[in-house]
């Protein structure tokens, strides 16, 4: 399912990457933000019980933005900084 949802995310990290080569003096990188507590979730208790609280999210990404390197640059992060696979 969620296939529209699924579907923008690809072509955003697609489009992001692209960027990232044609601007190498810039660091671009795609971000995962875990599974968060939004209105997304709100009717699914299993996720939402799991869900990490949005602050929360927000503190870990900025520690991924911190960390990144010129290297990193098109790749895509996971909030805990683990890289991920396209």
């Not at 399912?1 to 072509?11: C, D």
């Not at 929360?56 to 900025?62: A, H, Q």
């Amino acid at each position: 399912g969620h296939y529209i949802y699924r579907s923008s995310k690809s072509a955003l990290n697609a489009v992001w990457r692209s960027f990232a080569t044609d601007h190498p003096e810039l660091i671009a990188a795609t971000l995962s933000p875990g599974l968060t507590r939004t209105d997304m979730i709100r009717y699914d208790m299993t996720r939402w019980n799991d869900a990490l609280e949005p602050a929360e999210s927000v503190g870990c990404l900025r520690k991924v933005i911190a960390g990144l390197r010129p290297l990193d640059s098109g790749g895509l992060f996971h909030y805990d900084g683990e890289r991920l696979p396209y």
